[in-house]
């Protein structure tokens, strides 16, 4: 069943001269130009090649990966100037500026923003990515992310989260849509029907939403009901199975038959469309994943993506063979061209009510390059030194250990876990630390665990040595990462933490803080949720005693085991 469209209505809510706009606009179309509405692909590589690919397929959005903001800017200008029709340009907006801009402000992870308890953090958040992102042209955010953290073993989910509380993660969620309806974005809430509650990611394989219909409907369904109804512009559709409401509405489904939401109808036209009455543009995620990969030959996947009900077709192995299936999968009847119109339509909507029709007419559809000065503000870096100032959280201190001063712990044994370089999330975090903490005045000696004269070396001289240890891990979410465990270093183990009952020992997580769960008699465990230089400033002022610690756990940091608490 295709639903109409209803320009008129949220989240468009055009007037007639718009809507003039949009109909002239499809009418005008070539069926291959149609079909290139329906693409965003991902920008990578080279600029000249991808301004190449504009000029010739007339995609209808693009998402850039990070890279320096003239140069994104510059990018996205030519862009602009070399499209038939104004395009969509998105980033993932989900910690700050940095997620389009190298240079641009690292607010924070959402958890980290929802340990503050304060949905006017949430608001800032979304000020600082989204007018960052427009600074170079971006007019559409993928973020917030509204998944709810309800499985600690999710490797995914986590830390980019606004915790495990669906009241905690709508109120933070809209504090970012009102912001980013301000600077002109559109959001993407993502990812339908949501993630957290499988212990596997979905960038590796169909993960699963195991809950009820009663239940989804009291959590996710919740949330997501009022973000659309207060306006959300477009919803991005995970590669995640919701069975519960796929047989609600289809019985027959066999277990064989169940598909991700992101080529199911049952999710896309039935929960969606009818169910939540979701008027906007719906995108898939990200069609690389091997969750929405494996689940169809993708010569069939690729037009059966919008048939069953996507707007928009995110990302391609090969952009040409995608767009030869598109169109292929119109002339064997996979896709109907009133469904395609459909789609362009909606897509043409948004653009519409981002005013994007009006700025090609004005050239302003990339700001001036004064904008460009808003990236890294003054105002956006205190904002963010106070949001991780409100954040870093004192799980537990049984031992009393807290506050540590040069005067009091001044010998320091430093034992860094995870923060691997050259890894996709970026590692090396603990050596800004080490500098800030011999900046306070601590001595510190970072452990080598593969020092076989220490580890073979008498309890008595060992500890002697040292006045206190501190643990630093970070662990960092990543796509294809499928655990977030400690992995000690093999094959004796020399940084577990032996000595527990021998030295006064703390643990700093600045990634996830779900650590607990595999060092849970250390005594004094502090989270930071991200590893900026704001949170590693805050947490050398806080375990000095020089500020208080005011976060809040936003999940359960016990992660369910009773022994974690002592």
């Known amino acids: 069943m295709l639903h109409q469209v209803d320009l008129t209505k949220k989240p468009f809510n055009l007037n007639e001269q718009d809507i003039t706009w949009v109909q002239e606009t499809l009418e005008g179309l070539t069926l291959e130009e149609k079909v290139g509405q329906l693409f965003c692909p991902v920008g990578m590589g080279d600029n000249a090649a991808l301004i190449d690919m504009v000029k010739k397929y007339q ?42 801009a190298t240079e641009g402000t690292y607010f924070g992870k959402q958890l980290q923003v929802a340990a503050t308890n304060d949905p006017d953090m949430a608001y800032k958040l979304g000020t600082v990515a989204c007018s960052e992102g427009r600074a170079v042209g971006l007019n559409w955010s993928f973020g917030p992310i509204v998944d709810i953290n309800m ?87 995970g590669h995640i199975m919701q069975p519960a409401y796929q047989r609600h509405f289809n019985p027959e489904l066999k277990d064989e038959d169940l598909l991700p939401s992101s080529l199911s109808s049952e999710i896309l036209q039935n929960l969606l469309r009818e ?35 996507c707007d928009i077709f995110l990302f391609n192995r090969n952009f040409e063979e995608d767009l030869e299936y598109m169109l292929s999968g119109i002339r064997n009847g996979i896709l109907t061209e009133e469904r395609l119109n459909q789609a362009v339509t909606r897509i043409l909507g948004l653009k519409a009510s981002l005013r994007l029709h009006e700025q090609a007419r004005t050239n302003t559809l990339v700001p001036d390059e004064s904008v460009l000065a808003v990236i890294g503000s003054e105002q956006h870096h205190q ?36 923060d691997e370089e050259g890894s996709f999330s970026a590692g090396g975090t603990h050596k800004p630390f080490v500098e800030k903490l011999r900046n306070a005045g601590f001595e510190v000696t970072v452990h080598d665990p593969m020092d076989m004269q220490a580890m073979f070396m008498s309890v008595r001289d060992y500890v002697k040595q040292y006045d206190f240890a501190l643990y630093f891990a970070n662990y960092a979410t990543a796509s294809n990462k499928t655990d977030l465990r400690i992995n000690y270093t093999p094959p ?75």
């Not at 008027?279 to 169809?296: K, P, Q, R």
């Not at 799980?395 to 010998?411: G, S, Y």
């Open 383 to 418: 904002w963010a030194q106070a949001c991780a100032d409100q954040s870093v959280t004192l799980v537990k201190d049984t031992q009393q250990l807290l506050p540590v001063t040069p005067e009091t712990h001044k010998r320091m044994l430093l034992v860094v876990l995870g």
């Open 59 to 100: 995609p209808g959005g693009l998402m850039y990966r990070p890279g320096p903001a003239q140069e994104i800017r510059s990018a996205h200008k030519s862009m602009q100037e070399n499209s038939k029709i104004p395009m969509l340009l998105a980033a993932n907006l989900e910690n700050g500026g940095d997620g389009v």
């Open 151 to 237: 499985n600690f073993r999710n490797p995914i989910t986590n830390v980019r989260t606004f915790g495990d509380r669906p009241e905690t993660v709508l109120d933070m969620g809209l504090a970012y849509m009102k912001a980013a309806h301000e600077n002109g974005m559109a959001v993407s809430i993502k990812h339908f029907p949501g993630d957290g509650v499988d212990d596997r990611d979905q960038h590796l394989l169909t993960s699963i939403n195991s809950l009820s219909t009663e239940e989804w409907d009291a959590t996710f369904g919740h949330v997501y009901q009022t973000l659309i109804d207060e306006g959300a512009n477009t919803v991005m559709v």
């Open 275 to 309: 169910k939540l009455n979701f008027n906007g543009v719906i995108v898939s995620d990200a069609t690389l994943m091997a969750g929405f990969t494996i689940a169809e030959r993708r010569e069939l996947a690729v037009p059966k993506a919008i048939a069953a009900g």
């Open 492 to 566: 004796y183990g020399g940084d577990i933490p032996w000595f527990i009952k021998e030295l006064p020992t703390m643990f700093v997580s600045v990634a996830n803080p779900f650590h607990l769960q595999d060092v849970p008699r250390i005594p004094t465990f502090i989270n930071a949720y991200s590893g900026n230089e704001y949170s590693l400033n805050a947490i050398v002022d806080k375990i000095q005693g020089k500020s208080e610690f005011k976060g809040t756990n936003p999940v359960d940091p016990f992660c369910g085991y009773w022994e974690a608490r002592l």
